[in-house]
Nanobody, 124 residues
Framework: QVQLVESGGGLVQAGGSLRLSCAAS????????MGWFRQAPGNEREFVAG????????YYTDSVKGRFTISRDNAENTVYLQMNSLKPEDTAIYYC?????????????????WGQGTQVTVSS
């Protein structure tokens, strides 16, 4: 399995921006579909964004479309989540995850490798 380490979280005012990074170990990063999930206190872990192996296809949950952008650099074994126009309801722990499934899925159970998470707090 691939090892994942997130960074870039923090405290930001509403309307601000953050860029999350997820560094992956190993030489097979390009064989994984990558995703970002988040979990707020008392809530289930939810899908935020995903990206195909080549980076040619991206997927977003409706609440972040037009505000968040997922990207990847296979040469650097890194996936990013650029978050703009942040809202207080975006506050959560954000997790990076990797999947070996052929078809993209937003189901967390279909992602076999997870990072430790990074806290994002948006103040109003």
């Amino acid at each position: 399995q691939v090892q994942l380490v997130e960074s870039g979280g923090g405290l930001v005012q509403a309307g601000g921006s953050l860029r999350l990074s997820c560094a992956a170990s190993g030489r097979t990063f390009s064989t994984y579909v990558m995703g970002w999930f988040r979990q707020a206190p008392g809530n289930e872990r939810e899908f935020v964004a995903g990206i195909s192996r080549s980076g040619g296809s991206t997927y977003y949950t409706d609440s972040v479309k037009g505000r968040f952008t997922i990207s990847r650099d296979n040469a650097e074994n890194t996936v990013y989540l650029q978050m703009n126009s942040l809202k207080p309801e975006d506050t959560a722990i954000y997790y990076c995850a990797a999947s070996t499934r052929l078809l993209f899925s937003t189901n967390p159970a279909h992602f076999g490798s997870w990072g430790q998470g990074t806290q994002v707090t948006v103040s109003s």
